[in-house]
């Protein structure tokens, strides 16, 4: 396994751009799961409160506390899912011989898919409130 899991990523630059190390993923909260009904795609959104070292200028001009990314998982092969519950289960990326392994587990929700391909997209700045955090 890569020792940077943006590795895995066929397009990071929306991170990339922004960090010199991106987060770890144990770092980010997935808030977000979206499956496309007229493709074979799914989106998961997180959230970090690690913020950026080279945020873009505009980012500058309104306080933030949070950035907020999706990875678009293209397709996908495989995909199964056990319930959903708070808090969101933890992300994990691994190598997979049809392209990347997305694995979310916790208590009472998992998710496991296989994606040809994962990039990142949407890449912004927010201020949350601190107990979001």
Same mark, same amino acid.
């Given at each position: 396994?890569?020792?940077?899991?943006?590795? =895995?990523? @066929?397009?990071?630059? /929306? !991170?990339?751009?922004?960090?010199?190390?991106?987060? @770890?993923?144990?770092?980010? &909260? =997935?808030?977000?799961? #979206?499956?496309?009904?007229?493709?074979?795609?799914? *989106? !998961?959104? !997180?959230?970090?409160?690690?913020?950026?070292?080279?945020? #873009?200028?505009?980012?500058?001009?309104?306080?933030?506390?949070?950035?907020?990314?999706?990875? $678009?998982?293209?397709?996908?092969? &495989? $995909?199964?899912?056990?319930?959903?519950?708070?808090?969101?289960? *933890?992300?994990?990326?691994?190598? @997979? @011989?049809? /392209?990347?392994?997305? $694995?979310?587990?916790?208590?009472?929700?998992?998710?496991?898919? *296989?994606?040809?391909?994962?990039? $990142?997209?949407?890449?912004?700045?927010?201020?949350?409130?601190?107990?979001?955090?």
């Amino acid at each position: 396994m890569p020792a940077d899991w943006t590795e =895995l990523l @066929a397009d990071a630059s /929306g !991170l990339t751009d922004v960090y010199s190390t991106a987060p @770890a993923l144990e770092r980010c &909260k =997935l808030h977000y799961l #979206h499956f496309d009904e007229r493709g074979t795609s799914a *989106t !998961l959104g !997180l959230s970090t409160g690690d913020l950026p070292d080279r945020p #873009h200028p505009e980012w500058e001009a309104k306080p933030f506390n949070s950035l907020t990314f999706y990875l $678009v998982c293209e397709e996908i092969t &495989k $995909v199964a899912l056990n319930g959903w519950e708070l808090p969101a289960p *933890t992300l994990e990326l691994t190598p @997979a @011989a049809a /392209g990347v392994s997305v $694995v979310a587990e916790n208590e009472g929700s998992s998710l496991h898919l *296989t994606a040809e391909s994962v990039r $990142v997209e949407g890449v912004r700045t927010t201020l949350v409130s601190e107990t979001a955090i």
